[in-house]
């Protein structure tokens, strides 16, 4: 591969992966996560949390399967949930009182366009910075069918054999995927 930048190998039948690689250096992430935390004035155990996502990927992709989970602190007691989406499909977001975490998904979140969570969250006592320092990391979760990230192309597929009986189909996918993807608050 090293010289003639050619990969060649014997494929197994049916679909398989050829290469999985992970990106390291500098590159443009494909979502971008802007949180903030606002107090409520008037009542010291409420707060805010908003979080804002920016698709900015090409508007003829989609990210697919996302799923955004916001942990909380030990002394919630409730949170309620308010999404404003812009074209993303099967929005729905609630708060996991068992694992004290917010999960808001998203089954279609199509690229270029912007997408906000507004949470209310109630602890059974005040806000202090020690409770705010248990808020998060936000993580994130994704697929993004037939785009790719680091440009890395195909560009020729050859089928060396022919065997009789059997019709081999060309065809190569590209997906991003996310595998640890976080923003601190």
Known sequence: FEHGRTLSFYPPDGEFVVLNYRLTGEFRAPFRI???????????NKIEINIHVRAEMPDNH????????????????A?????????????TAEYNSAERKILWQLKKFPGSTE???????????PCTSQVRKEIG???????????????LQVRYLRIAESMPG?????WVRYVTQSSSYACRL
């Not at 802007?34 to 010291?44: D, K, M, N, R």
């Not at 949170?79 to 929005?91: D, F, K, L, R």
């Open 115 to 125: 997408q906000t969570l507004r949470s209310k969250v109630t602890f059974s006592s």
């Open 34 to 44: 802007f949180p903030s935390i606002e107090e409520t004035p008037g009542e010291p």
């Open 62 to 77: 989609f990210g697919a399967n996302v799923c955004i989970e916001i942990p909380l602190p030990k002394n919630t007691v």
């Open 137 to 151: 990391p936000i993580s994130m979760n994704f697929e993004i069918p037939m785009y790719n990230v680091s440009q």
């Open 166 to 170: 059997y019709t081999p189909y060309r």
């Open 79 to 91: 949170a309620s949930c308010n999404i404003v989406s812009n074209g993303a499909s099967n929005v």
